[in-house]
């Protein structure tokens, strides 16, 4: 069994999780939230070790270079830092309600890397613009940003429907969220983590551009968007800090912020540029 087979079986294990978390949640059983903590463990276990058995795979095809380096392999550290994060996030809070939010997200990227006729799970050798020893430290904080938005986006969803609590006071699976002020306070530290870490990926992607390609900034269109999304998160921060916006408006530019971070990772990667490669 190769590591591409490993992370295929993870999707189902995410898949699980996603599940038993839910039905923990909506028939308020402890016991089934319980064992979603349980499957996201395994398949997280399991994800670290295909990461590692895929870069010993490498070096034994004479290609030797970290798993970091197409689509198939940048959805996969994806889904990795977003369950890293949330199982932290869990711990640090004691609470596994947020797990029906986040973990669609892991089984999502997982499913689309695993099982997308478009994108090829192969390990592939580097090409020569990303033989550099700032390929590792680049992926990693633009990544750990993501997943980091992404947290930011489930719990503004859960934000938005808390709100409704106002509303419909019976409903038990609203009653189950935490308080507006926890979710709140929540966002922002996760926006705070992310916006903090896309800035060291765009300062460590403009060193590597620039042994590259010659140049620290070109307006590619993944740097154009990678500054916007970065305008954009520095706008809610400091929207929060001066203007003292707090609760739905922060939550929804939230949302923005991530549909950006979306088309960022895919949709500039069907636009002519430098960035081209991340397709494949």
């Given amino acids: 069994m190769d590591s591409s087979q490993i992370l295929s079986y993870t999707t189902f294990v995410y898949f699980g999780a996603f599940m038993t978390y839910l039905l923990g949640m909506v028939m308020n059983r402890a016991v089934l939230s319980r064992l979603g903590t349980y499957l996201s463990l395994l398949g997280f276990t399991a994800q670290t070790l295909a990461i590692i058995f895929r870069w010993v795979e490498s070096y034994k095809m004479g290609i030797g270079h970290a798993p970091l380096s197409n689509l198939y392999e940048s959805l996969v550290f994806f889904s990795w830092t977003l369950m890293l994060l949330y199982?932290?996030?869990e711990w640090r809070t004691k609470n596994r309600i947020i797990g029906p939010f986040v973990t669609p997200l892991v089984f999502l990227a997982m499913a689309y890397a695993s099982f997308s006729p478009n994108i090829s799970s192969q390990i592939q050798p580097l090409i020569p613009a990303l033989k550099s020893n700032w390929l590792i430290s680049h992926v990693i904080t633009c990544f750990f940003a993501y997943a980091a938005f992404a947290l930011s986006l489930g719990i503004s969803i859960m934000y938005l429907?808390?709100?409704l609590d106002t509303v419909?006071?019976?409903?038990?699976?609203?009653r189950l969220i935490p308080s507006t002020a926890i979710l709140d306070?929540?966002?922002?530290?996760?926006?705070?983590i992310g916006f903090l870490m896309l800035t060291l990926g765009i300062i460590t992607g403009s060193v590597w551009a620039h042994s590259a390609w010659?140049?620290?900034w070109s307006?590619?269109?993944k740097e154009t968007w990678s500054l916007i999304t970065w305008l954009i998160y520095a706008s809610v921060i400091h929207a929060r800090?001066?203007?003292?916006?707090?609760?739905?408006?922060?939550?929804?530019?939230?949302?923005?912020?991530?549909?950006?971070?979306?088309f960022t990772y895919f949709g500039v990667n069907y636009l002519a540029g430098l960035h081209s490669y991340a397709k494949k």
């Fill in 87 to 89: 199982l932290i996030l």
């Fill in 185 to 192: 306070d929540l966002n922002y530290q996760m926006i705070v």
């Fill in 214 to 216: 010659g140049t620290y």
């Fill in 219 to 221: 307006w590619d269109p």
């Fill in 241 to 262: 800090l001066v203007r003292g916006w707090k609760g739905k408006r922060i939550a929804i530019l939230s949302i923005v912020g991530f549909a950006c971070v979306l």
């Fill in 168 to 174: 419909k006071k019976n409903n038990l699976f609203l």
């Fill in 161 to 163: 429907l808390k709100r």
